[in-house]
């Protein structure tokens, strides 16, 4: 196992240093959170029914940009170095993926913090679950960037998929219009959009009473979450492992 564990560390621990070393990344870090809140946040009389899109939109979009180092590590020359090591392929997207789902839940953990005052605002919120879901959600998102940085070496082209793919797939979540009040083919887009259940899960984890009413069912959010963070991470190492790829080297 130490031969999968010890490379897939090195590499969330050169993540988490890399971030700490870009103080860009920091502040951005640190002031998204604030911004979002004293901006967005004041502009919404019920300000309740969108902090779930909220927080999904924080860490969707910081998880998924935390993959653009692997388009740099590729540019640098590093990414050729590890791929050429003895290194399983699998440990890669074990290192990359924790390193970035980790700065991207810390960062959703931040705002909502601020959001909800540190729970007080939310006494029904549970905020240990909110936490581990919040990393699901990270991993998820943070394998799907990976996957598309492996894909895509350009960061024209990262960008280009991310705002096709992604923000879509955020308006159709729940975040601007309920499923109750869309129409029937929007609802039906909507019911399979895995977005939307990670945005009910944290509407449910936060207490809100809106939640109750929802038609999907309690336990299907954590199931649909869970499986996305299972299903994108054994995707990534696949693409990785394709024997296309081996000729990199």
Same mark, same amino acid.
């Given at each position: 196992?130490?031969?999968? @564990? ?12 890399? +971030? @700490? ?7 951005? +870090? ?16 019920? *300000? ?41 392929? $699998? ?21 909502? +913090? $601020? ?25 998820? *998102?943070?394998?799907?960037? *990976? ?10 082209? +990262? ?10 797939? @955020? ?79």
């Amino acid at each position: 196992m130490n031969r999968y @564990w010890i490379p897939a560390c090195m590499l969330f621990q050169r993540e988490l240093l890399r +971030f @700490w070393r870009e103080k860009s990344r920091v502040a951005g +870090f640190a002031g998204t959170p604030v911004v979002f809140w004293l901006v967005v946040g004041s502009g919404y009389s019920d *300000f309740a029914r969108f902090l779930p899109g909220a927080l999904v939109l924080t860490v969707m979009f910081s998880a998924i940009f935390s993959a653009m180092s692997l388009i740099e590590d590729r540019k640098e020359g590093f990414l050729l170095c590890v791929l050429a090591s003895p290194a399983p392929r $699998l440990a890669i997207v074990l290192g990359k993926v924790a390193g970035g789902a980790l700065i991207a839940a810390s960062q959703t953990m931040v705002f909502l +913090f $601020l959001a909800t005052l540190g729970g007080t605002l939310y006494p029904n919120a549970q905020l240990g679950a909110l936490a581990g879901l919040l990393v699901l959600i990270a991993i998820a *998102f943070t394998a799907a960037g *990976f996957l598309i940085a492996w894909l895509i070496p350009s960061p024209q082209g +990262f960008h280009a998929i991310i705002n096709l793919i992604f923000v879509p797939l @955020w308006m159709i979540s729940g975040a601007i219009f309920s499923l109750q009040q869309s129409h029937a083919w929007m609802r039906w887009l909507m019911l399979v959009n895995p977005v939307t259940y990670a945005q009910d899960a944290i509407a449910r984890g936060l207490g809100l009473p809106f939640a109750d009413g929802h038609p999907i069912g309690p336990l299907i959010p954590i199931v649909v979450v869970s499986v996305s963070a299972i299903v994108t991470l054994v995707v990534a190492a696949m693409v990785i492992n394709r024997p296309s790829e081996r000729n990199l080297l």
